[in-house]
């Protein structure tokens, strides 16, 4: 089983539709989790990061986290071409320093 | 203020030949992690420098890999020996102290293509 898992899509949205990207992981001490998104032939930035059960929400953007069942989503509301990326899942175990990233899903964004 | 900054962008070398990867972090961030990228894959963790303290190593593939970090600086990522399984994009980041709950800023990368 690998230690961060993702469906690697690609996920297809029309514009202004609501993107839901999903994320588990395997470390039940895990800590820390966090969204990046990269653009083709550019570096992973982050957009979100949760530390919390429930919900947390930022602009457009709302991560939300259920350490119960090792499960970590991206909801991306309104979406817009722009949005269209690879979103990678990272999650810091319970050693803290160490962070294992999915591989990714890409997110096409029709306009 | 600058971002992290890595040379070469791009690297073009022949199987066999050894090769350094620079990597400049953010001023003032104390950790440093190194990312092979493959492509179409996902951040594959190399290598960890926090401080002074000993470097996590679990990540490197193979003892053709070593990294250095001077002066809790700057850092080299050299691979000895190039395989054409090593052509990758190689990431470096930084964080401002290597917690659990820190941001890593990542550098443009550096395109390595073994022929």
């Known amino acids: 089983q690998k230690e961060v898992e993702q469906n690697s899509g690609p996920l297809s949205v029309p514009e202004g539709a609501i993107a839901s990207l999903n994320c588990t992981y395997s470390?039940?001490?895990?800590?820390?989790f966090f969204w990046y998104r990269q653009y083709s032939g550019k570096s992973p930035e982050l957009i979100m990061f949760?530390?919390?059960?429930g919900d947390k929400e930022d602009g457009r953007f709302t991560a939300q986290l259920n350490k119960a069942s090792q499960y970590v989503s991206l909801l991306i509301r309104d979406s817009q071409p722009s949005d269209s990326a690879t979103y990678l899942c990272?999650?810091?175990?319970?050693?803290?320093?160490?962070?294992?990233f999915g591989a990714g899903t890409r997110l096409f964004v029709k306009a | 203020g600058a971002g992290v900054s890595q040379s070469p962008s791009n690297k073009v070398t022949e199987k066999g030949k050894d090769v350094e990867l620079r990597c400049d972090p953010i001023?003032?961030?104390?950790?440093l992690y190194w990312y092979r990228q493959s492509l179409g894959q996902g951040l594959e963790f190399l290598i960890y420098f926090q401080g002074n303290s000993a470097p996590d190593k679990s990540g490197l593939p193979s003892d053709r890999f070593s990294a250095e970090r001077t002066g809790g600086s700057v850092s080299t990522l050299t691979i000895q020996r190039t395989q054409q399984e090593d052509s990758a994009v190689y990431l470096c980041a930084s964080s401002p102290s290597g917690g659990p709950y820190d941001t890593q800023y990542f550098g443009p990368g550096t395109r390595l293509t073994v022929l």
């Open positions: 001023s003032g961030h104390t950790a």
């Open positions: 990272a999650v810091n175990g319970a050693g803290g320093f160490k962070t294992i």
């Open positions: 949760i530390y919390s059960n």
């Open positions: 470390d039940r001490g895990s800590q820390s």
